[in-house]
Antibody, heavy 125, light 110 residues
Framework: QVQLVESGGGVVQPGRSLRLSCAASGFTLSYYGMHWVRQAPGRGLEWVAVISSDGSNDFYADSVKGRFTISRDNSKNTVYLQMSSLRAVDTAVYYC??????????????????WGQGTLVTVSS | QSALTQPASVSGSPGQSIAISCTGTSSDVGGYNFVSWYQQHPGKAPKLMLYEVNNRPSGVPDRFSGSKSGNTASLTISGLQAEDEADYYCASYTSSNTRVFGGGTKLTVL
């Protein structure tokens, strides 16, 4: 079965950097786009970034553009989120999510088909 | 990248039906049939309930259905059950190749 396991969260000071990882198993990672979604404490879901299946395209929310970078290593079945110039407002649980699904020869993209359990990032001095 | 608009809360009694609206613009909800819905229980990761407006993944009961008219999508839950009490979020693909979520709706089963 599909499994996504995030890691790398923790407490970091404002202005510093942190890299999150998402280890994928149970499916062929190279077939799918992947997302990062975050949720601040007590708040709603916020989409952060997406990367295409081969890593050639990526898109970001305005709130993180220029500070965060999504990347992937399909040979290691892992997706990353490099976060720099972190701010207190970046404090959240960060989830990775698989984009869509393929079955019976047909692929349906543009939704979050599977989610990890999340990793908490706390930006605080 | 403004969030889609959802009611903050809805409620219903067991067995009843409720609907949650999700309003966007012609650049997201109204422009594409890539609207999806997610259920989130406290302390848990979100779970996909509907994709492409009204398609249910395997395992999701047919009590959950979706529709869309113009810039507004809706999630309907019929035959409300206690375990349906959760937060619900809509999401949409956008013309900028980004994605956007609604602010979330807290469903209370009375």
């Amino acid at each position: 079965q599909v499994q996504l396991v995030e890691s790398g969260g923790g407490v970091v000071q404002p202005g510093r950097s942190l890299r999150l990882s998402c280890a994928a198993s149970g499916f062929t990672l190279s077939y799918y786009g992947m997302h990062w979604v975050r949720q601040a404490p007590g708040r709603g879901l916020e989409w952060v970034a997406v990367i295409s299946s081969d890593g050639s395209n990526d898109f970001y929310a305005d709130s993180v553009k220029g500070r965060f970078t999504i990347s992937r290593d399909n040979s290691k079945n892992t997706v990353y989120l490099q976060m720099s110039s972190l701010r207190a407002v970046d404090t959240a649980v960060y989830y990775c999510a698989k984009d869509g699904d393929c079955s019976n020869g047909a692929c349906h993209p543009n939704y979050f088909s599977n989610w990890g359990q999340g990793t908490l990032v706390t930006v605080s001095s | 990248q403004s969030a889609l608009t959802q009611p903050a809360s809805v409620s219903g009694s067991p067995g009843q039906s409720i609907a949650i609206s999700c309003t966007g613009t012609s650049s997201d909800v109204g422009g594409y049939n890539f609207v999806s819905w997610y259920q989130q229980h406290p302390g848990k990761a979100p779970k996909l309930m509907l994709y492409e407006v009204n398609n249910r993944p395997s395992g999701v009961p047919d009590r959950f259905s979706g529709s869309k008219s113009g810039n507004t999508a809706s999630l309907t839950i019929s035959g409300l059950q206690a375990e349906d009490e959760a937060d619900y979020y809509c999401a949409s693909y956008t013309s900028s190749n980004t994605r956007v979520f609604g602010g979330g709706t807290k469903l209370t089963v009375l």
